[in-house]
């Protein structure tokens, strides 16, 4: 048969066959639960059309937001008849589109949220949630068109929500650029078990929700604003409400401020039965040029359009700032309803028609959603909601902030915030760091610390595992952890399981007395640095045993953090139920250690060569989590050989399980003889047929110091990887 169906008049798209690699067809159709290295090489240079030079902080610096702003600004209040705003302003629609480019962030994982741009691309572009949001920005091309690369699609979206609340007479707490785009949809983000859209396969128990996942259904941004399924219950919205926000970092104060905020603007659409409704843009025809969820409902916009299919309208004012949102909501006893659609929502009962319409001069009862209701009827969401209400400048300032933690909880330290609007005040968020004090420490002292760290009776695992232990924290989603900060001395990183504190509080003592020692002088050197500096000497003693001269790159300028500056509940999050690495697997996990290593691998943002020479690397030199033997193949621990890969391709020796669980083996030479032990997180690298292909590199003859060389590399990018001051 012809793969030119559509030539021969037939469906362009071939079903009940295996699809064409332009389709998605390939290995995955055949092995769907293969290890997908491809989440290892994001973002290749080849898809970047900017090219590798490009320098999006240089060309955002030369950029005059003054004059983007008011551009956006015209474009809010320019109705278009192919889309006409609501009210007249665009304003409502455009901070739904900022909310929900950043409203994707979760704490857990730091995936999701607006720095990359991401909801340009499927799946977020064709959420259930994010309908209509194509038009957003299509309206805004003109403004891209016209600043180019000056501005990304990822900044563009936030700081057009912040012009459309300033313009609406909200002051905003700020503005920061630099979202560089990507090219490519996210293949990394895990956003749920379900292959139907608004399932919730994510829930067990009493409903407890999956990890990492933050929102209630597949395809939703926060939780179902019908109630939990669709149940129009408060109280059980409520507590949709507390979970979801609070894995997207935000407290009770933020969430009543982020609802009752964002709720003071605009509307929701819902005229009539979802059915009308076309496919989504990913799905669209190819003559709707990304354009998605035509509707045959009416004239299909303006106030026909169909989005939720919920039909509210929350204030008197809904294109101007004001305490509206909370004198409805408090000022009317409310009863069920259904929207056009068939939605469940509210209605104010004896009330008069004061709500504008949004395209005629007609006016509507007072409507609320079910999760609305939460913030009245819910003890504590209700108390704070009373207290907005009767102080409006105390609520002004709770939206400020947390529609500005909201829309840069992902952008990285403050250090990489760019442009005139960047509020001078430092956030507890923004995992603050002090400025490094005193001369820096040379050359010379670094090698004088390097000798006094290595003759203090620390062994090379101490010094690798903890140096490991501070740096493989940093995560490449937000930005955040490292080994700047030294934050492992702190709660709670002291206390995780995966540091095993009783030997990190012995570890981090020796360390703490070199660096007295040094400290007594005119120069000053950080805990965060010298534990860096004791894993890079462990490494070129290692190295050196091994015959091989290597100097490990050290850069200083890491500062201390203190507890006053260090949310213990928000870096809580980022403790690892599992460290592949160090060959911990911790209680609880769905997924087995293999993909569990992979998944550590994208977050500290390696490539397939330098996840393997690092678990080659980190085997021989003893950084197992309890110091076990497990994958430590090789005679001569401490010693930074390629023995990993020797022994674990050895064709002398055969593998068997010794668990349940199948994540324990060992190895048994031609006697029968136990010679080595591993985990699944050992053993992928012979399995699977890729990363057996990298391994088979590094137990090459030839390959001894091409490990080390590698091995040092990767190790080193892992400890600067929080060092953006560098880059």
């Given at each position: 048969m012809s793969e030119n169906n559509a030539a021969e008049g037939k469906c362009p798209v071939a079903h009940e066959r295996a699809a064409h690699p332009t389709q998605g067809g390939g290995n995955r159709q055949w092995w769907p639960e293969r290890l997908n290295l491809k989440i290892l090489a994001k973002d290749p240079v080849v898809a970047n059309p900017l090219?590798?030079?490009?320098?999006?902080?240089?060309?955002?610096?030369?950029?005059?937001?003054?004059?983007?702003?008011?551009?956006?600004?015209?474009i809010l209040t320019t109705s278009q008849d192919w889309w006409p705003a609501d009210f007249g302003n665009y304003g409502p629609l455009m901070i739904r589109m900022a909310w929900h480019s950043a409203g994707t962030y979760r704490i857990s994982d730091g995936r999701?949220?607006?720095?990359?741009?991401?909801?340009?691309?499927?799946p977020l572009n064709s959420w259930p949630d994010n309908g209509n949001l194509d038009k957003a920005r299509r309206l805004l091309w003109p403004v891209k068109k016209k600043y180019g690369q000056s501005i990304s699609w990822a900044d563009l979206m936030i700081l057009t929500g912040n012009v459309a609340l300033e313009t609406m007479g909200f002051e905003t707490f700020g503005f920061a650029g630099g979202?560089?785009?990507?090219?490519?949809?996210?293949?990394?983000?895990?956003?749920?078990?379900?292959?139907?859209?608004?399932d919730d396969q994510r829930y067990t128990g009493d409903r407890e929700l999956e990890s990492p996942l933050g929102a209630v259904q597949m395809g939703l941004i926060y939780v179902n604003p019908e109630g939990p399924n669709g149940n129009p219950d408060p109280i059980a919205a409520a507590r949709d409400i507390r979970e979801t926000f609070r894995r997207m970092a935000m407290n009770d104060e933020e969430t009543v401020?982020?609802?009752?905020?964002?709720?003071?603007?605009?509307?929701?659409?819902?005229?009539?039965?979802?059915?009308?409704?076309?496919?989504?843009?990913?799905?669209?025809?190819?003559?709707?040029?990304?354009?998605?969820?035509?509707?045959?409902?009416?004239?299909?916009?303006?106030?026909?359009?169909?989005?939720?299919g919920l039909e509210v309208t929350w204030t008197t004012k809904p294109t101007q700032w004001s305490n509206d949102f909370f004198d409805i909501l408090f000022g009317y006893e409310w009863e069920l309803t259904q929207s056009p659609a068939g939605a469940n929502q509210w209605v104010a009962k004896d009330a008069q028609a004061i709500i504008p319409d949004a395209h005629s001069d007609s006016k509507k009862l007072p409507t609320m959603l079910t999760t609305d209701l939460s913030l009245r009827f819910d003890p504590i969401y209700?108390?704070?909601?009373?207290?907005?209400?009767?102080?409006?400048?105390?609520?002004?300032?709770?939206?400020?902030?947390?529609?500005?933690?909201?829309?840069?909880?992902?952008?990285?330290?403050?250090?990489?915030?760019?442009?005139?609007?960047?509020?001078?005040?430092?956030?507890?968020?923004?995992?603050?760091?002090?400025?490094?004090?005193?001369?820096?420490?040379?050359?010379?002292?670094?090698?004088?610390?390097?000798?006094?760290?290595?003759?203090?009776?620390?062994?090379?695992?101490?010094?690798?595992?903890?140096?490991?232990?501070?740096?493989?924290?940093?995560?490449?989603?937000?930005?955040?952890g490292g080994a700047n900060g030294a934050r492992i001395r702190l709660q709670p990183q002291a206390g995780w399981e995966v540091n095993q504190p009783d030997e990190l509080a012995q570890v981090l003592r020796v360390l703490e007395g070199v660096q007295s020692e040094f400290n007594s002088g005119a120069k000053k050197v950080s805990l965060a640095d010298l534990i860096v500096l004791g894993g890079a000497a462990a490494v070129e003693k290692a190295a050196k045993d091994a015959g091989h001269a290597v100097e490990v790159p050290f850069t200083p300028g890491?500062?201390?953090?203190?507890?006053?500056?260090?949310?213990?509940?928000?870096?809580?999050?980022?403790?690892?139920?599992?460290?592949?690495?160090?060959?911990?697997?911790?209680?609880?996990?769905?997924?087995?250690?293999?993909?569990?290593?992979?998944?550590?691998?994208?977050?500290?943002?390696?490539?397939?060569?330098?996840?393997?020479?690092?678990?080659?690397?980190?085997?021989?030199?003893?950084?197992?989590?309890?110091?076990?033997?497990?994958?430590?193949?090789?005679?001569?621990?401490?010693?930074?050989?390629?023995?990993?890969?020797?022994?674990?391709?050895?064709?002398?020796?055969?593998?068997?399980?010794?668990?349940?669980?199948?994540?324990?083996?060992?190895?048994?030479?031609?006697?029968?003889?136990?010679?080595?032990?591993?985990?699944?997180?050992?053993?992928?690298?012979?399995?699977?047929?890729?990363?057996?292909?990298?391994?088979?590199?590094?137990?090459?003859?030839?390959?001894?110091?091409?490990?080390?060389?590698?091995?040092?590399?990767?190790?080193?990018?892992?400890?600067?990887?929080?060092?953006?001051?560098?880059?």
């Open positions: 090219g590798a030079e490009f320098d999006y902080a240089e060309a955002f610096g030369n950029l005059d937001l003054a004059a983007v702003k008011q551009d956006i600004a015209e999701g949220g607006g720095g990359r741009g991401q909801q340009r691309f499927a979202r560089a785009d990507v090219w490519e949809a996210d293949e990394d983000v895990y956003w749920g078990p379900e292959t139907t859209w608004l401020a982020l609802i009752a905020g964002g709720h003071t603007f605009g509307k929701t659409h819902g005229a009539g039965p979802a059915d009308n409704v076309g496919a989504d843009p990913e799905a669209a025809p190819i003559e709707a040029q990304g354009l998605g969820w035509a509707s045959t409902h009416g004239t299909g916009k303006g106030g026909d359009a169909i989005t939720s209700g108390e704070i909601s009373k207290r907005f209400h009767e102080n409006p400048d105390q609520f002004a300032d709770a939206f400020a902030r947390a529609w500005y933690k909201l829309t840069h909880r992902d952008l990285g330290p403050k250090s990489l915030y760019l442009g005139p609007e960047v509020p001078a005040e430092t956030l507890l968020w923004q995992d603050p760091l002090p400025q490094a004090e005193g001369e820096a420490i040379d050359a010379a002292d670094v090698t004088a610390l390097k000798a006094k760290l290595l003759d203090s009776g620390l062994t090379v695992s101490q010094l690798v595992s903890t140096a490991w232990a501070s740096a493989s924290t940093f995560r490449s989603s937000d930005k955040r890491r500062v201390d953090a203190t507890e006053e500056h260090t949310d213990t509940e928000s870096f809580a999050a980022l403790e690892p139920t599992a460290d592949g690495f160090r060959n911990y697997q911790g209680k609880g996990n769905r997924l087995p250690a293999e993909y569990l290593l992979l998944d550590k691998a994208n977050l500290l943002g390696l490539s397939a060569p330098e996840l393997t020479a690092l678990v080659g690397g980190l085997r021989v030199l003893g950084a197992n989590h309890g110091g076990t033997s497990l994958g430590v193949l090789t005679e001569t621990p401490g010693v930074l050989t390629n023995d990993f890969f020797v022994n674990l391709l050895d064709l002398g020796t055969e593998w068997k399980s010794t668990s349940e669980d199948q994540n324990h083996f060992e190895a048994r030479d031609a006697s029968g003889a136990v010679k080595w032990t591993g985990t699944r997180a050992d053993l992928v690298f012979g399995s699977n047929s890729e990363l057996r292909a990298l391994a088979e590199v590094y137990a090459s003859d030839d390959a001894k110091e091409k490990f080390v060389k590698d091995f040092v590399a990767a190790w080193v990018k892992v400890s600067n990887a929080d060092r953006f001051d560098l880059v």
